[in-house]
Nanobody, 126 residues
């Protein structure tokens, strides 16, 4: 499976952006999907994740209440709706898929994902 992220851009603080992640090659409808971001000089960090059915979503504390992570299994897509953006949200955003199955795992950990998109830049100006 391949992931293609898009929708990044430049936005003023307080504005909104919608990132999309399109999957191709096979369906991702049974996989946990996530968004991570990496700012210059910093490590990649968790943003949000959603289970295969969309019934369970998890968010980083820094984005809770501002971002949502809906998925459309029929369209094989993942979205990150970002509202009330802050300059500290500036980063390259990556979508990821966990295409294997195991026991208990932490969907907040980048190490749990084995397929990654190429990233899309989000810049929030103050």
């Amino acid at each position: 499976v391949q992931l293609q992220a898009s929708g990044g851009g430049l936005v003023q603080a307080g504005g909104s952006l919608r990132l999309s992640c399109a999957a191709s090659g096979r369906t991702v409808s049974t996989y946990t999907l996530g968004w991570f971001r990496q700012a210059p000089g910093k490590e990649r960090e968790f943003v949000a994740a959603i289970n295969w059915s969309g019934s369970i979503a998890k968010y980083a504390d820094s984005v809770t209440g501002r971002l949502t992570i809906p998925r459309d299994n029929g369209k094989n897509t993942l979205t990150l709706q970002m509202n009330s953006l802050k300059p500290e949200d500036t980063a390259v955003y990556y979508c990821a898929a966990r295409t294997f199955y195991s026991g208990t795992y932490d969907s907040r950990s980048a190490a749990e994902y084995d397929v990654w998109g190429q990233g899309t830049q989000v810049t929030v100006s103050s």
